[in-house]
């Protein structure tokens, strides 16, 4: 049993002070390493700096975020063009449609993108022939091409279930209101769901670009000189960490200020949904 | 078909072998990364500013980085920092083991998406679960483990069940740093047999078949979880 003194009735309540906790002095601790962490990459960093390294592998880098911008951008773009059909697909009441467009979603989302990439580069050799009588193997041959064309199959299947998704998140009632006015069912589409089912889908769009950009990093595997494929370029050149440092930092700063962005958009966007 | 015969004229054992070790590194990192993530998103939902943001840090990066980079970072970055203590410890070069890195690395990631899960599963939880607790004279440690865990492991299930399921399939991503995972093996069988096309579809059913496997234990999982909801 613990004896408390009855508490005074003169003096006021002493203002609430911040104390010593536990978590506080945990999270001080905590900040303190990740500042440390952070010193010391800096400090990495300009000691490290060698002015030929920079000049010789610092446009090779520049050149790789351009690759790897365009590789995301036309990748979601054509997911995207890929992702209506498929979407409509897993709408359908059909079940050999609903069939086909389950199962090509749920190949290229149940196994690695890193698999698929090898399906489709290394795969191809195997079909060198066929594919030069197409006339498709200058396209096959590229590791470019190849992983445009395997990130796009993906994100589409990705991108197929957030649209199919989001409208079926729409109300029947919706539906039902635009049927009753007489408007016909692409009308309804395009002009009553779609409208909403995107506002649903903006901000698992944003995770897909935001997924994209990261997996993008995986075409160096097969050769493609992105941002990390230059990147492991000028590592195995100088075996120095620092380039993966700066790697970091730029794939860092890239998703952070593209979230940022999206989140600005969607506030905007959704400004007449909040109460 | 032959191809896919065990013993010395087919790659069947080391496919299965190469199964077995993605298998099992998806495992290990599981619960390494559970425990991380739960302890993040504890911190994430602390009262405490300073502990808060400490962890936003941790999220940020882990889950701004692509898994590749932070593997490459973990590998090679552990390798020269440890090296250089071994050499000053020991006098000689130290080797990092590739499934250590590739688990810490894995882990790492998974952690930073789990704690986002258990941080809204922790806000899917009333204030009276916790004020009912304190005021049976629970301690807030077993609060938390008696009241608030078993709550929150239903809530946050279904998000756990899809990191798990990305977990097996960035699994895939160590065998570029020479782990004789399921996708090494297919590389080697198709650098002796050339029959590129057939080997990756092989090991794209197989990442295929465990992920269905995977999805008929997490049901049986959640039916656990479940179990104290009734039917609806």
């Known amino acids: ?140 041959r590229d590791a470019y091409f190849c992983a445009v064309l395997t990130f796009s199959l993906n994100t589409a299947a990705y991108q197929a279930e957030i649209l199919a998704g989001a409208i079926r998140s729409v109300p029947s009632g919706q539906w039902q209101a635009a049927d009753s006015l007489g408007l016909r069912p692409f009308i309804t589409m395009r002009k009553i769901i779609l409208p909403q089912a995107l506002i649903t889908a903006l901000r698992p769009y944003g995770n897909e670009v935001i997924l994209m950009i990261k997996a993008s990093a995986i075409a160096s595997i097969i050769t493609v000189l992105d941002l990390m494929g230059q990147t492991r370029y000028a590592f195995s050149k100088t075996y120095d960490l620092q380039i993966y440092i700066w790697a970091a930092v730029i794939y860092l700063v890239t998703v952070e200020v593209l979230r940022r962005l999206w989140e600005m958009m969607e506030r905007r966007l959704t400004r007449h949904l909040r109460r | 078909m032959e191809l896919l015969s065990f013993g010395d004229s087919g790659w069947g054992d080391e496919l299965a072998r190469g199964v077995l070790v993605t298998v099992t590194l998806a495992l290990a990192t599981l619960p390494l990364g559970l425990l991380i993530g739960f302890l993040i998103a504890v911190a994430k939902n602390s009262t405490e500013p300073l502990l808060r943001n400490a962890a936003h840090v941790y999220t940020t990066i882990f889950r701004g980085l692509p898994e590749l980079l932070t593997l490459f970072l973990i ?59 304190y005021a049976l004279g629970l301690s807030r440690s077993r609060t938390m483990l008696l009241v608030i865990l078993p709550q929150l492991i239903r809530l946050a299930l279904p998000g756990l069940s899809n990191l798990w399921l990305n977990l097996l399939k960035d699994t895939s991503l160590v065998s570029v740093i020479g782990l004789t995972d399921l996708l090494r093996n297919t590389n080697i069988a198709v650098g002796v047999t050339k029959q590129a096309f057939f080997f990756f579809f092989v090991a794209c059913s197989l990442y295929l078949v465990m992920s269905i496997i995977s999805s008929f234990g997490l049901r049986r999982v959640s039916a656990w979880a479940e179990r104290g909801q009734g039917s609806r």
Request: glycine share 12%; aromatic share 16%; net charge positive.
């Open chain 1, 1 to 140: 049993m613990t004896y408390v003194d009855a508490p005074s009735t003169e003096r006021p309540p002493a203002a609430a002070r911040r104390r010593w906790t536990g978590a506080r002095i945990a999270g001080l601790i905590l900040l303190a390493l990740w500042a440390l962490l952070g010193l010391s990459i800096v400090y990495m960093l300009v000691v490290g700096y060698d002015p030929e390294k920079i000049a010789k592998y610092g446009p090779r880098i520049l050149n790789g975020i351009w690759v790897t911008l365009h590789l995301v951008v036309l990748s979601i773009l054509l997911g995207a063009l890929i992702s209506i059909p498929v979407a409509i697909g897993r709408l359908s009441h059909n079940p050999i449609i609903g069939g086909i467009a389950f199962g090509y979603s749920y190949f290229f989302r149940g196994t690695p993108l890193l698999a698929q990439t090898f399906l489709v580069y290394y795969g191809a050799g195997q079909f060198t022939d066929v594919l030069k009588a197409a006339g498709l193997w200058m396209f096959f």
């Open chain 2, 75 to 133: 590998y090679y970055g552990g390798q020269m920092a440890l090296s250089a203590l071994w050499r000053l410890l020991f006098g000689y070069a130290f080797e990092v083991n590739s499934y250590l890195a590739g688990m810490i690395a894995l882990a790492l990631v998974f952690s930073s998406y789990a704690s986002e899960v258990f941080l809204s599963a922790f806000r899917g939880i009333t204030p009276g679960q916790y004020e009912g607790a």
